[in-house]
């Protein structure tokens, strides 16, 4: 199973995922894909998965590319950066549906229903999200501040 790697200011593509510790800035463009940053802000320690699908069926081949491997595997990682036991909040970002046909215009939401679930049975809580409607954006991490930024096309950036 590959693991993610740690990151240098770095963009992430498409089932993906990334680890940095404090001072990195962690970026990704999203259509139906969530993009998820998990935190520990006392340890100035973050990760940010591009995930494409809800579940992996079997497959292991690109854990960062389901939210059932994903999630598992960032938190790992991230645990590999960390002195001591993570204590995690989440960000969700992306979910858009971006297709006209009826099965792949509904990809983004079954993304982040898959995404929310999962966190909630690991006990993670999502503090912000920005998630849906028709448009893709563009998610910024910053694993200093925690901050994330979410960037679309025609309107102001938003914090998360």
Known sequence: MDKPVVATNSSIRMGEMLVAAAGEELRTLLGSCVGL?????????????????????????RPGKFVDTAIPSLIDSMQELASKELKLIAKLAGGASMF???VAAKIGLQNVESS?????????????????????????FDTTSGKVVIEIVGRDPIEL
Not at 41 to 60: C, E
Not at 120 to 136: D, S, T
């Open 37 to 61: 940053a998990l935190y520990d802000r006392r340890q100035q320690v973050g990760g940010l998965a591009h995930i494409v699908l809800p579940a992996a069926r079997g497959k292991t081949d």
């Open 116 to 140: 929310e679930q999962l966190l909630e049975q690991l006990g993670i809580p999502i503090i912000a999200k920005h998630c849906g409607g028709e448009q893709g954006r563009r998610m910024t």
């Open 100 to 102: 006209s046909t009826t």
